[in-house]
């Protein structure tokens, strides 16, 4: 059985931090690209940040960049995302999704929410 789950959200104060975890299990864990996705209310879900499965190579949406990083534990098959200076406009569901482009297959999470508010 496929699963995704985050863990590690809550309330916290704009410039704090946070890290957010997405335990995997079900699935070949490293063969997949890993991805966070953030959905604030009244708003479309959108990419946070990527991790792919060989190498490591990162990217980020700009709005995040120098703020998030995202990184990888294939032996534990976990991925995080660790935030900092957050904003209250960085307040979404976050989520995470694994994708393995070659044979079109990608899953989620059921999300985590975040909070950054005086």
């Known amino acids: 059985q496929v699963q995704l789950v985050e863990s590690g959200g809550g309330l916290v104060q704009p410039g704090g931090s946070l890290r957010l975890s997405c335990a995997a299990s079900?699935?070949?864990?490293?063969?997949?690209?890993m991805n966070w996705y953030r959905q604030a209310p009244g708003k479309e879900r959108e990419f946070v940040a990527g991790?792919?499965?060989?190498?490591?190579?990162?990217n980020y949406a700009d709005s995040v960049k120098g703020r998030f990083t995202i990184s990888r534990d294939n032996a534990k098959k976990t991925v995080y995302l660790q935030m900092k200076s957050l904003k209250p406009e960085d307040t979404a569901v976050y989520y995470c999704?694994?994708?393995?482009?070659?044979?079109?297959?990608?899953?989620w999470g059921q999300g985590t929410q975040v909070t950054v508010s005086s």
């Open positions: 991790i792919r499965s060989t190498a490591g190579s990162t």
């Open positions: 999704k694994a994708r393995w482009g070659l044979i079109n297959r990608e899953y």
């Open positions: 079900g699935f070949t864990f490293r063969s997949y690209t």
